[in-house]
Nanobody
Framework: QVQLVESGGGLVQAGDSLSLSCAASGRTFSSYAMGWFRQAPGKEREFVSAISWNGGTTYTDSVKGRFTISRDSNKNTVYLQMNSLKPEDTGVYFC???????????????WGQGTQVTVSS
């Protein structure tokens, strides 16, 4: 069992930066792939980024070059550094744990409660 708790969301202006954190419980954190997803009002939950157990990363095209995912297994935490934020980045951001770092939300077994990110223009 893995429990995930996100933090770091907030209200920012376009062009600003935010850093999200996802703290995981459980001694097997280092063996899980971790993903970040987001959901805007009225839209499906969409893939943002993922990181494998050994640090391999993947991003959706719209955030490449602006967002960086990382993990610290000593702290059981995964991060999402978000720079040059745009209004279209607005949504609830969820972290998730799964076996493989896929783009498919149904491949992830554990989810956090989400943290709101709002980017004003």
């Amino acid at each position: 069992q893995v429990q995930l708790v996100e933090s770091g969301g907030g209200l920012v202006q376009a062009g600003d930066s935010l850093s999200l954190s996802c703290a995981a419980s459980g001694r097997t954190f280092s063996s899980y792939a971790m993903g970040w997803f987001r959901q805007a009002p009225g839209k499906e939950r969409e893939f943002v980024s993922a990181i494998s157990w050994n640090g391999g990363t993947t991003y959706t095209d719209s955030v490449k070059g602006r967002f960086t995912i990382s993990r610290d297994s000593n702290k059981n935490t995964v991060y999402l550094q978000m720079n040059s934020l745009k209004p279209e980045d607005t949504g609830v951001y969820f972290c998730a744990a799964g076996v493989l770092p896929t783009r498919n939300r149904y491949d992830y077994n554990y989810w956090g409660q989400g943290t709101q990110v709002t980017v004003s223009s």
